[in-house]
Structure formats: C-alpha cells, structure tokens
C-alpha cells in the first residue's frame, strides 16, 4: 500500500490489470512485477504494519533478483519507508509499565497480504476519524 499525493492506492499482485502478470504462480512474477512497483513506489512513501518485516521480504527479493545487496539496497533508498504499528499501538493506548512504551497491538487480519494492507486502510481511516464528543 502506499500514498500517492494524498490517496491510499493498494497493489493487488493478484490483479493482472494492476500488475500485468497473467500466471501469478509463475517463476519469473516478481522480475514481471518489478517495473510496475518501482514505477509505482519510488519517490513515495510506503506503510506497512510491521515495516521491518515488509521491507526485510522485498529486500530479499530485490538481492535476489539483482544478485547483489548493494543494487537491492538503493531500489528500495529511493522509497520513505513509515512503520504503522508503533502509532496504531499509541492510538490504542496500552501501556507496558515493563517496557516503559506502548504495548505492540495485533491488527487482526487474516494474514493475507492483500486482505491486510486493506485493513490497515481502513484502520488509518478509523485513526483519523476525530472522536465523537
């Protein structure tokens, strides 16, 4: 999911209008995929609910791909990466005295990547929602 000047777009990997890949079980879906999310998130900002893991998983495919770190590495410097989790869990309000922070929240989605990127939109949405008074 990212935020292209100022509206949430989702890539459904599933979508061949959106990814151009016909056979998504195929070998070469991520080589195919590539252009399209690179033309889609360079030079924007990109949420994830547990960004260390997300960004981890397309790193080690772009190192993969390029067979090389370094080429890997700048792909993904030329996206602004944002965590989501740490301000859901603030939203939430669950304090850990033990860790002196706010206790991580599970976001509740199906572990389906597509199901819970829409989740998580729809959870941002909820965040920003001013409270009723």
Not at 55 to 68: D, P, Q, Y
Not at 97 to 125: C, E, M
Request: with cysteine; charged share 20%.
């Amino acid at each position: 999911m990212l935020h292209p000047h100022g509206d949430s777009v989702l890539l459904d990997h599933q979508d061949p209008s959106v990814s151009g890949v016909q056979n998504p079980g195929s070998r070469s879906t991520f080589g195919r995929l590539l252009p399209a999310l690179t033309d889609t998130l360079h030079g924007r900002t990109v949420l994830a609910y547990k960004m260390p893991f997300d960004r981890g998983v397309l790193e080690r495919e772009l190192t993969r791909h390029h067979a090389s770190t370094i080429d890997a590495q700048g792909w993904l410097g030329h996206c602004r990466w944002e965590e989501a989790m740490v301000p859901y869990a603030v939203w939430k309000g669950l304090w850990s005295v033990k860790r002196g922070v706010y206790r991580n929240q599970r976001l509740g989605g199906p572990h389906n990547a597509v199901a819970d990127a829409r989740l998580l939109l729809t959870t941002l949405r909820t965040m920003a929602t001013p409270p009723d008074r």
